[in-house]
Structure formats: structure tokens, C-alpha cells
């Protein structure tokens, strides 16, 4: 499939909608008809992708918990922009109606398009919103687009970050304080205790003492690779 739509998409730019059942890390795809049920996982994904030859502009997953590390780090290359949810979506997803009509109508350029597929799906599901309407229930939602130019050294400084904490402490003692706090500073998460990416970092950050100036500051760095403003105007601190 994946192929013949990059054979039949001739425009000047491109948009890959996944609009499906979606676990995050687990997995994506996922086939309620089988028993037990089954899912894609993201290295399968990647291999389509990869064996398909299909490289679009913009990636969306209209689907559940896919705004995490692990979908990015498989898939974040694919295309400049990836939209994804850090929660899980309404079970009616965009109005994919409303979009194409205003896409048809404005034409976009990959940025813009970015930009207004999260602010247009967060409208349609406030209150008041004309798809909250259709699916019956105001519920939590967070939808972001990422532009992942940086990922790749962001991720590898990442690992450099948690292999030299794991030198001065044990990173299941680490996480297990994180999961005691996180409780009390929950930003983005589903049942399943997905953390936020950028709240782990500020209490790793917290969870060092002083001494461990070296560790805190490569933290502080990861920040600018994410091109977040942490808001602190104090030196070294996040």
C-alpha cells in the first residue's frame, strides 16, 4: 500500500496519516480480530517504511501514546515533521473532512501544515469544539509536532547522559525515585505511567546533588538540543 501511494502521490508535498489503534512502544496496528490481539512493532514499521521507499513530509499518527522516545528514535527520520500524541486520542480522531477542506482551499507548506494540525485538532476537541460534540466526552489531550533535525544527537547524548549517571548511582534506584516524584509532578501521561520526556530530565536534574556538576550540566544541555527554554535565568540550573 505504502508504495503505491508514494506512486500515486504527485504533489509537491507529502502527508502519511496513520489513523489506527496505537500503543506506543508496544506497538502500532493493533488487529482486535486475532486472539489474541496483535500489533506491528515500530521496527516492523520501520522496515515497511524503509522497503516502500516513501518519504513524507509530515508523518501523523493519529493514534494512541505515539509522542514518546521510542517512536521517534524508530521513526523520527522518516520525515521532517512527525505529529504524534503524548496521551491517548478520541476515538474519532481529526476531522479529516475539515482538514482536506482547508488544505484544498490554503495549500501549506510542511511547517505551516505542522503548526496547524495540532492547534486544529486541540480546537475540535475543547470544550464546545464540533468533534467534541461527536464523540461524547471532553477528555485529557496532548498533540505536538516534532521537527527532528536534532534527534539523532539529542538521542546519542542522551545515552552518554544515563551511562555516566549509571556510574554514580544505579539507574533502577535513579527511576525508582523518579516514579515516587513524578506522581506528585505528573505533566503527560496515560494509564500506563508513561513519563514525560522533558520532566525526567528536570528530576534526574533535582535528584543530583552539587557534586555531580559534570552530570548536571550535560542535563542542562540536553535542553538546548531539544531547543526548550527551561525558563531558568540562573546559571547551570534548569
Not at 544527537?153 to 523518579?178: C, D, G, R, Y
Not at 516524584?181 to 496515560?190: G, K, L, M, Q, T
Not at 550540566?217 to 546559571?235: R, T
Request: aromatic letters at 10%; glycine letters at 6%; one cysteine or more.
Amino acid at each position: 500500500f505504502l508504495s503505491w501511494a508514494n506512486s500515486k502521490a504527485t504533489g509537491k508535498y507529502k502527508l502519511l496519516i496513520f489513523f489506527t489503534h496505537a500503543w506506543g512502544w508496544r506497538g502500532i496496528i493493533q488487529d482486535f480480530g486475532s486472539d489474541p490481539p496483535t500489533m506491528m512493532t515500530l521496527s516492523t514499521l520501520r522496515k515497511v517504511m524503509d522497503a516502500s521507499n516513501f518519504r513524507p513530509d509530515i508523518l501523523f499518527f493519529d493514534s494512541c501514546i505515539m509522542g514518546n522516545v521510542e517512536t521517534l528514535s524508530e521513526l523520527g527520520d522518516i520525515a521532517e515533521y512527525t505529529i504524534a500524541a503524548q496521551t491517548e486520542t478520541p476515538l474519532s480522531g481529526i476531522a479529516f473532512e475539515k482538514l482536506l477542506d482547508y488544505l484544498s482551499k490554503h495549500g501549506a507548506t510542511p511547517d505551516r501544515v505542522a503548526k496547524i494540525i495540532p492547534l486544529r485538532y486541540a480546537k475540535d476537541y475543547s470544550r464546545g469544539g464540533d468533534t467534541t460534540r461527536v464523540e461524547g466526552s471532553l477528555d485529557p489531550l496532548s498533540i505536538s509536532a516534532f521537527r527532528l533535525k536534532n534527534w539523532k544527537k539529542f538521542s546519542q547524548h542522551l545515552n552518554q547522559v544515563l551511562t555516566s549517571i549509571a556510574k554514580i548511582a544505579p539507574l533502577p534506584q535513579i527511576f525508582a525515585e523518579i516514579r515516587g516524584d513524578f506522581a506528585s509532578a505528573r505533566a503527560i501521561r496515560d494509564n500506563d505511567w508513561y513519563l514525560d520526556l522533558v520532566e525526567m530530565l528536570r528530576i534526574l536534574y533535582s535528584n543530583l546533588d552539587d557534586s555531580k556538576r559534570s552530570e548536571k550540566k550535560q542535563i542542562a544541555e540536553l535542553f538546548f538540543d531539544l531547543g526548550i527554554d527551561s525558563g531558568c535565568k540562573k546559571p547551570g540550573c534548569i
